[in-house]
């Protein structure tokens, strides 16, 4: 059984830095796509950053140069390390994993079949 659980969200001023954990069971973090999405009240769930089996990333263009994600295959771990936050960064952030062969890393949501519960940033001015 597949479980990814969300951590590290947080309220924080803009500027500063989080870092969000999502640990895996059931699911090799290293072997397949992993990816961060946010979702703001009332807007869609946008994708913010994705690491493909071979260890290629790839960043939102409104995070890029501010967050990271990077992943510890031996813990199965992914992160997500945000810094120069914005108060337009504030959003429940899910942690999404998926095994289907893809060419590039999905946009869609519907593309990742496994998901967390979300783990809440705010980003306060």
């Known amino acids: 059984q597949v479980q990814l659980v969300e951590s590290g969200g947080g309220s924080v001023q803009a500027g500063g830095s989080l870092r969000l954990s999502c640990a895996a069971t059931g699911y090799a973090t290293g072997s397949n796509y992993m990816a961060w999405f946010r979702q703001a009240p009332g807007k869609e769930r946008d994708r913010v950053a994705c690491v493909k089996p071979s260890g290629f990333t790839t960043h939102a263009d409104s995070v890029k140069g501010r967050f990271t994600i990077s992943r510890d295959n031996a813990k199965n771990i992914l992160y997500l390390q945000m810094n120069s936050l914005k108060p337009e960064d504030s959003a429940m952030y899910y942690c999404?994993?998926?095994?289907?062969?893809?060419?590039?890393?999905?946009?869609?949501?519907?593309?990742?079949?496994?998901w967390g519960q979300g783990t809440q940033v705010t980003v306060s001015t």
């Open positions: 999404a994993a998926d095994s289907r062969n893809y060419f590039g890393c999905p946009i869609a949501p519907s593309s990742f079949r496994y």
